[in-house]
């Protein structure tokens, strides 16, 4: 219910207008947000390297009014690049295609996209989105990633249609960052009930798995702080005799450090989501939702 809630909060203008403009709204985000400036993400970026953890980095915001703002992400992320390798970081880039235009012009985002993938010394990354992008989202991929081997795409889980998604794209060789999906999708596109999102994110790591295994170049990337889809992706990797390093983790900033930690000590490719940004607030209302209990502590935050 809280849940629910929550994500319809992400949807509501009102509320990402007013709420963000308190200071003690915005303190309340600093345990996830790795900072509102591409330099603060990178420091972080910098920080974790420490500790053996990369990083992707991506500028939050969604719902553009037009195709200049568009262009704006472009250059953004143009300088973004330079500014990851002036500073010389394992930092990859993760980009929602409705920020590159998609809502507007299909074209024109494909060019966008084009030009960040030839500008990029790194593999590109690329977000999926709400349910009624997907179709548009796999046809931008695979005209990239024709171009750009390496680029890397995100699927969810929680949408019926993934398996069948996943299966055109192997023959691709694909890199994919599997996650659940955080948008609230009706039930005639996505399942409802956590077990089935999560035996269906363990399918799918098999099908990713099974594809490196067999010499794939594609890069499996399981997105999940569950410690249970981790154990998963970890037998799978023992039964197919896949090597730490030739699958990897990527969690969200501030989220289970333990866990990322304990990872990337063992020698496991652990990879660090930084999002960054001023316009955070659906973004963050849909962390909230994933996990209530981090409610009670956005709430304790706000008293103290
Ligand atoms: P799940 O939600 O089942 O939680 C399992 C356990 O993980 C919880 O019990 C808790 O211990 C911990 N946990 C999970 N979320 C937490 C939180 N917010 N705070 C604290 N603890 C938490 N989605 C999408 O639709 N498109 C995308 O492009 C991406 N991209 C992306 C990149 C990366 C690197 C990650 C890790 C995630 C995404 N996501 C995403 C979000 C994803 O779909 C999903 O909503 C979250 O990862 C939460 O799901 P989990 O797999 O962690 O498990």
């Known amino acids: 219910m809280l849940g629910k809630a929550l994500l319809w909060a992400s949807t509501n203008p009102l509320l990402a207008e007013r709420l963000p403009q308190y200071a003690f709204v915005r303190r309340a985000t600093r345990r996830f947000l790795a900072g509102e400036t591409l330099d603060e993400a990178l420091d972080e970026a910098s920080r974790l390297a420490g500790a053996s953890l990369t990083g992707t980095t991506t500028l939050l915001g969604e719902d553009l009014a037009g195709e200049e703002e568009a262009d704006g992400v472009l250059e953004h992320y143009l300088g973004a690049l330079k500014s990851i390798d002036e500073r010389d970081l394992d ?181 660090v989501l930084l999002s960054y940004g001023s316009s955070w607030f659906p973004w963050y209302m849909r962390r909230l939702a994933e996990r209530p209990a981090n409610v009670l502590f956005v709430l304790k935050q706000l008293v103290r």
């Open 91 to 271: 930092v990859e880039i993760s980009v929602k295609l409705t920020q590159l235009g998609l809502d507007f012009d299909t074209d024109r985002t494909q060019e966008r996209i084009e030009r960040l993938a030839a500008a990029s010394a790194r593999p590109l990354w690329i977000d999926m989105e709400g349910s009624g992008h997907v179709d548009a989202t796999l046809d931008v991929y695979k005209s990239v990633l024709a171009k750009h081997p390496g680029t890397g795409l995100c699927l969810q889980s929680y949408l019926y249609r993934t398996t069948d998604d996943l299966e055109a794209l192997l023959p691709l060789d694909p890199s994919i960052r599997l996650v659940k999906g955080a948008y609230n999708e009706p039930v005639d596109v996505a399942y409802a009930k956590k077990g089935e999102v999560d035996q269906s994110f363990v399918r799918l790591t098999g099908m990713l798995m099974r594809a490196r295994a067999e010499g794939g170049e594609g890069r499996p990337v399981i997105g999940t702080h569950d410690p249970r889809m981790v154990g998963e992706a970890n037998r799978l990797a023992y039964e197919l005799s896949l090597k730490k390093g030739r699958y990897e983790f990527a969690m969200l900033y501030g989220i289970d450090r333990a866990q990322q930690g304990r990872l990337a000590r063992g020698g496991h490719a652990v990879r």
